[in-house]
Nanobody, 128 residues
Framework: QVRLVESGGGLVQAGGSLRLSCTASGLNFGIYNMGWFRQAPGKEREGVSCINWSSSNTYYAGPVKGRFTISRDNAQNTLYLEMNSLRPEDTAMYYC?????????????????????WGQGTQVTVSS
């Protein structure tokens, strides 16, 4: 059974930082391309950042470029998202997802419909 478990969300003031983690089990983590997506109330899910299986290629959505950093530790089956200079508009439920698809980059720029496995999410709230 595949499980993706996110952690690290919380309430933070604008300008603050958070580090999200996603621990995977039940799959060969090292061959999966991974991503972070978010969904705010009343809005569609959007890709935030994704990383390929070897960490050689990454995608960042425009609004988070320069503020967020995605990384992974294949030995620990864990995906990370370092979020700095947080803004109120970053408030959302953040989900990690996994796919073996070679189209992960394009899917990340959209809503991630091609990703195979999803976590339950962790809430990030940024106060102004």
């Amino acid at each position: 059974q595949v499980r993706l478990v996110e952690s690290g969300g919380g309430l933070v003031q604008a300008g603050g930082s958070l580090r999200l983690s996603c621990t995977a089990s039940g799959l060969n983590f090292g061959i999966y391309n991974m991503g972070w997506f978010r969904q705010a109330p009343g809005k569609e899910r959007e890709g935030v950042s994704c990383i390929n299986w070897s960490s050689s290629n990454t995608y960042y959505a425009g609004p988070v470029k320069g503020r967020f950093t995605i990384s992974r530790d294949n030995a620990q089956n864990t995906l990370y998202l370092e979020m700095n200079s947080l803004r109120p508009e970053d408030t959302a439920m953040y989900y990690c997802a996994a796919t073996t698809s070679g189209r992960w980059y394009g899917e990340c720029s959209r809503s991630g419909g091609g990703f195979d496995y999803w976590g339950q999410g962790t809430q990030v709230t940024v106060s102004s």
